[in-house]
């Protein structure tokens, strides 16, 4: 059973572009979500984040948009660069404290294009 | 500053073999959290520590098992290995728990292959 769901397995963006990757969710205990950007060979790394009490954070060319009645979040990215091809992973969690560790979706895979 | 560390980076076992792996989490980070990412899923969450004792664990057979040191280093050992434990495993630290926030600092990872 899925909690998070990263419906499109990849995603082909011009440079310069916008690219927006989705990510459903389906525990409505879940409070906090968080997105990540890993390429080959390395870890996960952290972009950015959104509590609940908020429909939308940004930082620099990042932002994360929250729709909590529809389960859904979305990840912008504006203007798309080369550097930003990886694999985008959406998180979860319920409360701050990480206790159940984060619920990952599958990611996309973002190729952003000359 | 040094980000986490694993090792080793890529292992190879056999059916019925245990095996070992490690995590160094960031200086000052209490916290290690390891993760499983078969292929084509997501990373799923297995064991939890903090401050030298096992908090939490995802759904995973007891054969999965770990501790941590009191330098918060961590190991993660896997008894009486099967085919489908072959993954990529991830080491995550944070700072500690009362102060955590849920952004997770990750390693690169180690490739268990059991053949």
């Known amino acids: 059973d899925q909690q998070v769901k990263q419906n499109s397995p990849s995603l082909s963006v011009q440079e310069g572009r916008i690219s927006i990757l989705n990510c459903d969710y389906t525990?409505?205990?879940?409070?906090?979500f968080l997105w990540y950007k890993k390429y080959p060979a390395e870890g996960p790394t952290f972009l950015i984040s959104?509590?609940?009490?908020?429909d939308k954070n940004e930082d620099g060319r990042f932002t994360v948009f929250l729709n909590k009645s529809a389960k859904h979040l979305s990840l912008h990215i504006v203007p798309s660069q080369p550097g930003d091809s990886a694999v985008y992973f959406c998180?979860?969690?319920?409360?701050?404290?990480?206790?159940?560790?984060?619920?990952f979706g599958k990611g996309t895979h973002l190729i952003i294009q000359p | 500053e040094a980000g986490v560390t694993q090792s080793p980076t890529h292992l190879i076992k056999t059916r019925g073999q245990q095996a070992t792996l490690r995590c160094s989490p960031i200086?000052?980070?209490?916290?290690v959290y390891w993760y499983q990412q078969a292929l084509g899923l997501g990373l799923q969450f297995l064991l939890w520590?903090?401050?030298?004792?096992?908090?939490n664990r995802g759904n995973f057979p007891p054969r999965f098992s770990g501790r941590q040191f009191p330098n918060y280093s961590s190991e993660l050992n896997v008894n009486a290995l099967e085919l489908e434990d072959s993954a990529l495993y991830l080491c995550?630290?944070?700072?500690?728990?009362?102060?955590?926030?849920?952004?997770?600092?990750f390693g690169p990872g180690t490739r268990l292959t059991v053949l």
């Open positions: 995550a630290s944070t700072p500690r728990m009362s102060t955590a926030s849920n952004e997770q600092f």
């Open positions: 525990n409505s205990m879940f409070d906090y």
């Open positions: 959104i509590s609940s009490i908020k």
């Open positions: 998180a979860a969690s319920v409360g701050r404290g990480g206790a159940d560790g984060l619920t």
């Open positions: 200086s000052g980070h209490t916290s």
């Open positions: 520590y903090d401050e030298g004792e096992e908090r």
